[in-house]
């Protein structure tokens, strides 16, 4: 099979992804949209792509070498097809005979021809005959070619324990790989695959430090298949101040930064630990999680008052992003200067997402360099996102409820907090912060 050919089924898989999806064409999604396809396609399937590989699919990379067997594989199983030649033989076939089919134009028998009609019905009976015998066919082809039978859970066992409070955190893993046969054995501390990490097949223990607290689903990876994962929380034991770096944020004393009732890392602090300001201004990371709470995510408050305190050069947006932590679920949304709402920003609350390339977010533009208050509020799964008082959005939220844990602030340069409050309805709460006021 010639590489075009293969480019053109490739082709006609995503328009079918994107069918199902129902998220408008692949060429106009973010990062984050390549991001929920990579969970839903790994919930699925068990396989476990790359942002990066799918973008390239999707032509958004530039790549000449040709997938690989075990991507092909993925996109057809989260498809519904048993793997990539049952997609190749179901769909190409039917492709093709129905061109055959429609190209059929018997002499004598035009619209206005007494034998036109019965010449369509013969076409049709033909067609359903073809495509009866090509199902059939792959059946038993199929068959006759039955893969291995996948990796079950229960050969395997995984779990995970935090060493201390606070952060960083080191968590030790203990699984149990062996009956996989096989070297390829990760561990995987996140969705994220960039925190993967190859393991002794033979092995029983395995350490990793976690640099931010959170709700995180470990995974335990044979032969690029999810075969076991777990929840792990990470709970802050207070507020944690950092400046975001990869892999290994700096860290400042939360109380070292709080002073007449206010959470503030100012830009002589980050100076000092020399981290440039200019020309890319850092993100300065405040958040607080605790191990479990009684407070759910289709009936609850969040409120909090804030400013940035950084504009300079490249930090004119003053771009900041708050995320309220829930347990396999989390609330997303952004602020930034008036004038650059018209940007690429976006929102995930529970399962519904909004990108302003699509939808008006023109509300979450606001004067960040005095204080503004904002709020979260969800009721029977409603919920609205209020900015001084005036409602900025509003949708109903997808996913099932899950176990609020917490929130976390990032700044673009940097910024202070002045309040923060997570509460059940009735005004109780179960995370509450004036600093000290």
């Not at 989260?78 to 190209?103: I, M, P």
């Not at 013969?122 to 082809?141: D, E, P, S, V």
């Not at 708050?322 to 929102?347: H, R």
């Not at 008006?360 to 606001?366: E, K």
Request: charged fraction near 20%; charge should be positive; aromatic fraction near 10%.
């Amino acid at each position: 099979m010639n590489a075009q050919q293969t480019e053109r089924e490739l082709d006609r898989c995503c328009r079918m992804i994107e069918e199902k999806l129902g998220a408008g064409s692949g060429k106009d999604w973010s990062t984050f949209d390549f991001e929920q396809l990579r969970e839903q396609i790994s919930e699925q399937t068990g396989i476990l792509l790359s942002v990066t590989t799918l973008k390239r699919i999707w032509n958004r990379v530039k790549y000449n070498s040709t997938p690989t067997g075990t991507t092909l594989n993925a996109l057809a199983s989260f498809l519904g097809y048993k793997n990539w030649q049952d997609f190749q033989r179901t769909n190409t076939a039917v492709h093709q005979l129905s061109e055959d089919a429609s190209s059929i134009k018997p002499a004598g028998t035009g619209a206005g021809h007494p034998d036109h009609w019965l010449n369509r019905k013969r076409i049709c009976w033909m067609l359903g005959i073809g495509l009866t015998a090509i199902l059939a066919g792959a059946f038993i082809f199929s068959k006759s070619h039955i893969s291995p039978k996948p990796l079950s859970p229960d050969m395997f066992s995984f779990s995970s324990k935090p060493v201390t409070n606070g952060l960083p955190n080191s968590v030790i893993f203990r699984y149990d790989a062996a009956s996989a046969n096989t070297d390829s054995v990760y561990i995987q501390q996140s969705w994220d695959p960039k925190r993967r990490h190859l393991v002794p097949a033979k092995g029983r223990e395995y350490s990793s430090i976690y640099y931010y607290p959170g709700y995180y689903r470990a995974k335990l990876i044979v032969n690029n298949r999810i075969v076991k994962e777990h929840d792990l929380i990470i709970p802050s034991n207070g507020w944690i101040v950092a400046v975001e770096q990869d892999p290994v944020p700096v860290y400042f004393k939360s109380d070292e930064c709080i002073r007449n009732g206010i959470l503030h890392l100012s830009a002589e602090s980050i100076r000092q630990k020399n981290i440039p300001m200019q020309p890319k201004p850092p993100v300065v990371y405040y958040g607080t999680v605790l191990p479990e709470t009684d407070l759910m995510s289709d009936n609850f408050i969040f409120r909090t008052r804030l400013k940035s305190n950084f504009s300079q050069g490249s930090a004119a947006c003053q771009r900041i992003f708050i995320t309220i932590y829930c347990k396999q679920d989390m609330f997303f949304f952004p602020l930034c200067a008036k004038g650059c709402v018209g940007g690429d920003i976006g929102l995930y609350l529970a399962g519904k997402a909004a990108r302003s390339m699509e939808t008006d977010l023109s509300a979450f533009g606001c004067n960040l360099n005095q204080w503004v208050n904002v709020s979260c509020e969800v009721r029977n799964k409603r919920v609205q996102i209020l900015i001084d008082g005036k409602k900025a959005y509003e949708t109903t939220i997808l996913n099932k409820p899950a176990e609020v844990l917490g929130v976390r602030y990032q700044f673009e340069g940097t910024g202070s907090i002045d309040y923060m409050q997570l509460s059940h309805l009735n005004g109780v709460s179960v995370l509450k912060d004036d600093f000290g006021y």
